[in-house]
Structures are given as C-alpha cells and as structure tokens.
C-alpha cells in the first residue's frame, strides 16, 4: 500500500492551521470568499466578473490529491478559513504555489510568508520537491517583497504577458524560483548564531 502524500498533511505555524483540503471543500470555501469578490477575482482569477459554479469547479479547484493539494488557512484561535494555500506538482520534482487570503482583516499581517514558509518547508523537509516555481504580476509588490523574503530568486520577466481584465491594460510577469540548495543555506545557521 502506497504512502500518503506528505502534502496532504495537516500543518501548523505560529498563528495558523493548514487544513488540507478535499474537492467540495476547496470549491466551497474559494466560490464562497473569492467568486464575488472583485479584487481577488481580477488580480488572481483574472476575470472581471463572478464564475458560475461549473465553471468555478473546472477552472479553480486546485485538489485532487495526487499533484495538486490545497490547504485552508484557519487561525487557532478559530474560526472559519481566512484563505486558501495551493499547491501544484510538476514534472522533475518542482512545483508551483498560489494563495489567496480573502479576509481582508488579516491583510498586512503577513499572513502569506507565515503561511508560504510552512509549506515550502513542509515540501522539501519531506522531499517531495527540489525547486518551486512562481509567477506574480509585476504591480504586486507585496508579493514580489514576500517571495524575495522567503529567499525565493527573480529569474526572469514575461513582458507584457497579462492583460487587466478590467482595464486592457498589458503587465509583465515576474518569475521566481527557489531551489533545494538556496534553501538548504538558510536554514543553516550562521557562524554568528
């Protein structure tokens, strides 16, 4: 009998919960939070207006507990989900991150890096990956802050590769990476440690 994948499992922090989630949960926590939430819906989903439900589940449920797993992000103080934590495997060990924390009460509280660190962590302490891979928009410097904070490295720019669904305005794409052995060197502590 084959092992469970280490990335269904459930996952704490300081402040935080990950619960991993099935299909139905997934699909009920992001339509419920995101769907009708213009901001998330043009920044992550990249459509200007509310998914219908068929649509939401063939299109934003990033679960089926073989290569892509989602966690919610719960506060152990309780409570419902703030946000949801994805993540996609691919080929040659690496993987692809996305989140979306739909409570604005916990924006600006850094919620993502807290979040971002327990799963890359998680993921290469059970050596399910050798490198993760992200793409952000350029405009999001709140995102571009975190992933160089997480150690993460700027590799290259996809200019002009989005469009705002809303305005037609063209962005570029940043992309980061971070690999087993950049993430190795941070955990090893210091010679002034």
Not at 139 to 164: E, I, M, P, W
Not at 173 to 189: A, G, Y
Request: include cysteine; charged fraction near 25%.
């Amino acid at each position: 009998m084959a092992k469970p994948n280490p990335m269904l499992d459930r996952l704490e922090t300081e402040r935080f919960i990950l619960k991993p989630l099935g299909r139905i949960e997934a699909y009920q926590i992001g339509r419920a939070n995101w769907n009708h939430d213009p901001e998330i819906m043009r920044n992550l989903i990249h459509s200007p207006r509310p998914l219908d439900p068929w649509r939401w589940l063939k299109k934003m449920v990033w679960v089926n507990g073989k290569s892509k797993f989602s966690h919610a992000i719960v506060p152990k103080e309780g409570g419902d989900a703030i946000g949801i934590h994805g993540i996609t495997l691919q080929k040659h060990r690496s993987a692809v991150l996305v989140v979306a924390v739909h409570d604005r009460q916990w924006w600006g509280r850094k919620v993502v890096a807290e979040v971002r660190r327990a799963i890359i962590d998680h993921a290469f302490e059970k050596q399910v990956l050798d490198r993760i891979c992200c793409t952000v928009q350029a405009r999001n410097t709140a995102s571009v802050f975190n992933y160089k904070k997480l150690g993460f490295k700027h590799v290259g720019t996809l200019h002009q590769a989005q469009c705002d669904p809303v305005s037609g305005e063209l962005f570029d794409t940043l992309v980061f990476e971070l690999l087993r052995p950049d993430w190795e060197k941070q955990r090893k502590p210091s010679r002034n440690d």
